[in-house]
């Protein structure tokens, strides 16, 4: 890879990391949540701190309840669930008995989707520099005669000018360099966009599934016939449900456990809201059907 071309990366990467980042803390609106911590961050913490993606709520002795990354650790019970968490934050390091904390996962599977999210923008970024590069092949390349050394000269100071510019040198006669360069022009490399930007969709489009974010694109409509688009749709929401459900029991837990009035909402439409308090006056939460945007589920 060229240097104009590890730029191209480096700079898709951190639009698509950006882009894809907002999208995943996004969903989700917490409120309740400890002083200074956002819905935002809290989201960072369960989907993208690391592989696993995983928060722990605990009771600081000074801080009181607290939110914070961390990862299991320890011996594990007899059915391979964790005897206790290790919890991290700025200057702050502590193991806590499962028995005493929340662990607040991505998914009802309690997978993260770090691994997903750092191979899409990979693909990503890959697709976009790509069709960069092959936008800049639709140039004719420059064709001289000269001396080696004449010719190494002005390739170097094409490349600083130019970049991608194809530069070819010919230590011949002039008609031998007029034949060199007939034989190039037109370079007749085909520009593939359509296809780019279709695979970058593609990529797009299963991580929003994954998401269980709502996508449509044009391509799909056209080229889906009704099953499979019903099947597509049923996919989203099973991801979505999952995810909703892991916050929801997590929430009710955390409220159960340290008093809290933790609450969530889907920002997509679906609302997770609190809707009374069970026999210790603790509040629960439940989700609230919206038409057209039903998840299934009793969120008891």
Not at 125 to 143: F, G, H, T
Not at 185 to 190: A, M, Q, S, V, Y
């Amino acid at each position: 890879m060229g240097k104009r071309q590890q730029r191209d990366y480096t700079f898709a990467e951190i639009v698509v990391r950006d882009m894809i980042t907002n999208l995943i803390q996004g969903r989700f609106k917490w409120s309740g949540l400890p002083e200074r911590l956002t819905s935002e961050q809290l989201e960072r913490f369960i989907c993208l701190w690391d592989a696993n993606g995983l928060a722990v709520g605990f009771s600081d002795p000074v801080g009181g309840p607290m939110l914070l990354p961390g990862y299991p650790s320890g011996a594990f019970d007899i059915y391979w669930l964790p005897r206790s968490y290790t919890v991290t934050g700025a200057d702050y390091d502590r193991v806590i008995d499962s028995d005493n904390c929340v662990p607040f996962y991505n998914d009802s599977s309690r997978t993260g989707l770090f691994p997903i999210f750092d191979d899409t923008i990979h693909q990503m970024a890959r697709c976009w520099s790509a069709m960069a590069y092959n936008l800049e092949q639709q140039k004719n390349p420059i064709v001289f005669s000269g001396t080696k050394e004449e010719i190494e000269s002005l390739k170097e100071a094409n490349r600083r000018r130019l970049e991608y510019e194809s530069v070819i040198g010919v230590t011949a006669s002039a008609m031998s360099t007029i034949e060199t360069a007939k034989r190039f022009f037109p370079t007749r490399t085909e520009f593939e966009g359509a296809a780019y930007i279709e695979h970058y969709n593609q990529l797009l489009n299963r991580f929003l599934t994954v998401c269980g974010i709502n996508n449509q694109p044009i391509q799909k409509r056209e080229r889906l016939v009704s099953g499979e688009t019903t099947a597509n749709n049923q996919l989203i929401t099973f991801y979505r449900d999952s995810a909703i459900r892991a916050r929801e029991e997590a929430a009710n837990a955390y409220n159960k456990l340290f008093g809290a009035s933790l609450n969530v909402e889907w920002r997509g439409g679906e609302i997770l809201e609190t809707v009374g308090s069970d026999e210790s006056g603790v509040p629960s939460i439940q989700r609230t059907g919206i038409p057209g945007n039903a998840v299934s589920g009793s969120g008891e």
